[in-house]
């Protein structure tokens, strides 16, 4: 089993920076994909940003040139920079990850518990 955690969402003010991090533990052989979802109230989850094990980057056309997700592969760690933030950025973020466990060849997809990004003045 894997589990996701992740810290850093708050309440920022617009114009403001959020850093969000994702930190996966459990039984893990190696991760491909890990990414960035978020969902605000009344609509479905979105992504935000994702990255591919050698470090490709793919993000969603609002947040280009505001976001900037990177990832650390020693610490099966992702994070999400994320300046001039508007109000339409609000929702809670959730961490995905898609982990090879040891000595198989699927892939597993999981998920974080999410956290909340509010931007208000």
């Known amino acids: 089993q894997v589990q996701l955690v992740e810290s850093g969402g708050g309440l920022v003010q617009p114009g403001g920076s959020l850093r969000l991090s994702c930190a996966a533990s459990g039984s893990i052989f190696s991760i491909n994909d890990m990414g960035w979802y978020r969902q605000a109230p009344g609509k479905q989850r979105e992504l935000v940003a994702a990255v591919t094990g050698d470090g490709s980057t793919n993000y969603a056309d609002s947040v280009k040139g505001r976001f900037t997700i990177s990832r650390d592969n020693a610490k099966y760690a992702v994070y999400l920079q994320m300046a001039s933030l508007k109000p339409e950025d609000t929702g809670v973020y959730y961490c995905?990850?898609?982990?090879?466990?040891?000595?198989?060849?699927?892939?597993?997809?999981?998920w974080g518990q999410g956290t909340q990004v509010t931007v208000s003045s």
């Open positions: 995905n990850a898609e982990v090879v466990p040891p000595g198989d060849l699927r892939v597993d997809n999981y």
